[in-house]
């Protein structure tokens, strides 16, 4: 069996190892290719595994593979229609990154409430030698105890955030499509969730429903002391208008991981937007996620080799 490996740079950069694939056959290893470049190297392939590579009906009609596995959950990057029709099997990796983006996302939770790394700064700077008091304060400081939690989508990875602001004594108030009982969080509608949060964080797939769900009308629902917090997909955010909320005060804050251009574009509107602090795509990143990850997506290879694919979309 003849693998192509792309984008193996957004995988591992030698921290994590990917010669446990080599186990299931011949492999390729390439970085971030044009799409011509992906049909000259995968023209006798049977499978690719990719992250974000665009997978489209040029490239599987032009390729011998009958087989897509995805260093990933998402998989919007694929041509499932043509892949369906072509009888090329597509296979991604759910859950592997539950805990690292729920951690990253309290992260920044706690940066936003404390202000750790403005403080971290000021003092490489030299403000604390200069400062005749043992502590200043030129940063706010504020506990998360007793806050309001709010979710926006409560599956695995939402409800991993509910349990971690639980434990920090937060009240978690939650907005699912799919309503369940998750011990201690009240489910409410989507406005009541923008209104009552003072951390409103998103972890809900990007959909036709959750596109720009951050807009103007949804900002203007929230107090000028929330944040917003978002490590699903960019998309669910209006970036223009959450510029201008931020800009105008009419909300405390903003912590993202992702955009909805990505690498992030020149002239997005976030850049330089007032209290916004930007991590680039590194939530689901921990070593631990991409070593449980590189395992799942050689259990979708061996599945397939043996008739019985698993994780298919």
């Known amino acids: 069996m003849k693998i192509i ?6 995988v591992t950069k030698g921290d994590v190892d990917l010669t446990p694939l080599e ?12 799409k011509p470049e992906i049909i000259c190297v995968a023209k006798d392939a049977d499978a690719i595994i990719c992250n974000k590579a665009i997978i489209d009906r040029e490239i599987m009609e032009n390729t011998s593979i009958r087989f897509v596995g995805l260093f990933a959950t998402g ?28 951690q990253l996302t309290i992260s920044l939770l706690l940066e936003l409430a404390g202000n750790t790394s403005r403080y971290v700064q000021s003092v490489a700077a030299g403000d604390w030698m200069k400062s005749k008091q043992f502590s200043y304060f030129a940063y706010s400081i504020n506990e998360v105890a007793g806050k309001t939690l709010g979710l926006y989508g409560l599956g695995a990875i939402g409800s991993a955030v509910a349990r971690i602001g639980q434990a920090l004594g937060m009240k978690v108030i939650a907005c699912t499509r799919t309503p369940k009982d998750v011990p201690g969080v009240e489910l409410v509608g989507a406005d009541e969730l923008f209104r009552r949060s ?13 596109t720009k769900l951050v807009n103007e009308r949804t900002l203007s629902l929230m107090n000028p002391s929330s944040f917003i917090i ?10 223009a208008a959450l510029a201008s909320a931020l800009n105008l005060g ?10 909805t251009v990505e690498p992030m574009a020149e002239d997005c509107p976030l850049r330089g937007a007032k209290n916004c602090i930007m ?22 290879l061996q599945a397939f080799i043996d008739g019985t694919p698993i994780n298919c979309v």
């Open 230 to 239: 978002n490590t699903a997909r960019g998309g669910s955010i209006d970036e």
């Open 23 to 34: 186990q299931y056959g011949t492999v390729e290893y390439y970085d971030i290719l044009t």
């Open 279 to 300: 991590t680039p795509h590194v939530a689901w990143a921990s070593i631990e996620a991409r070593t449980r990850l590189i395992g799942m997506v050689g259990k979708n």
């Open 198 to 210: 003072d951390f409103l964080s998103l972890h809900c797939p990007l959909t036709p429903e959750t």
């Open 250 to 259: 009419q909300i405390a804050g903003a912590a993202l991981d992702v955009l």
């Open 75 to 102: 998989y919007n990057n694929i041509d499932t229609t043509a892949a369906h029709e072509l009888g090329i099997v597509v296979c991604n990796v759910p859950g592997y990154s539950t805990d690292s983006v729920a």
């Open 5 to 10: 490996i792309l984008d193996r740079c957004t």
